[in-house]
């Protein structure tokens, strides 16, 4: 699992459900997410991480991950 905290702004990327699919990528409309190869997701692929200094927890992210993997808050 992947979290990033910064005061009240929280980032969680579950990396057991994480594919790799990139579409939170193209949908955040800060450009704060990028595929990582420091961690692995569910087949061996890189997985989301989250430059909380950007992030505005708009959610858009996690509405559309397609398999739940990302949570926005606590």
């Known amino acids: 699992m992947y979290k990033t905290q910064k005061e009240n702004k929280i980032f969680i990327n579950n990396f057991k459900y994480c ?37 505005i927890q708009c959610k858009a992210c996690e509405r559309i991950c397609p398999d739940g993997a990302i949570k926005i808050g606590g």
Do not use: F, Q, W
Not at 42 to 48: F, I, L
């Open 19 to 55: 594919k790799g699919c990139s579409l939170c990528v193209e949908i955040c409309p800060k450009k704060c997410l990028a595929l990582k190869d420091n961690n692995r997701g569910v087949y061996g692929n890189d997985t989301v991480e989250c430059n909380i200094d950007l992030c």
